[in-house]
């Protein structure tokens, strides 16, 4: 029950950041994070987050 509810924080996270960012690049790299299942949350967030503000300040 635990597991499937921080999976679904993970998908919510993930979905907005890649609506922000709008990235092709951004959904890869959320595969691939969501392939290792020890990745916590925290660090999670981070990547999607660095991801973010490298695509939004290129703009």
């Known amino acids: ?3 499937e509810a921080e999976l679904r924080v ?3 996270a993930i979905a907005e950041v ?3 960012a709008g990235s ?3 959904l890869l ?7 290792i299942p020890v990745t916590p949350l925290s ?3 981070l990547i999607y ?3 973010a ?3 939004i300040g290129s703009r």
């Open 10 to 12: 993970a998908m919510t």
């Open 18 to 20: 890649w609506k922000l």
């Open 24 to 26: 092709k690049e951004i």
């Open 43 to 45: 660090e999670l967030k």
């Open 29 to 35: 790299t959320t595969r691939a994070i969501l392939l």
């Open 49 to 51: 987050l660095k991801i």
């Open 53 to 55: 503000e490298r695509k």
């Open 1 to 3: 029950m635990k597991a």
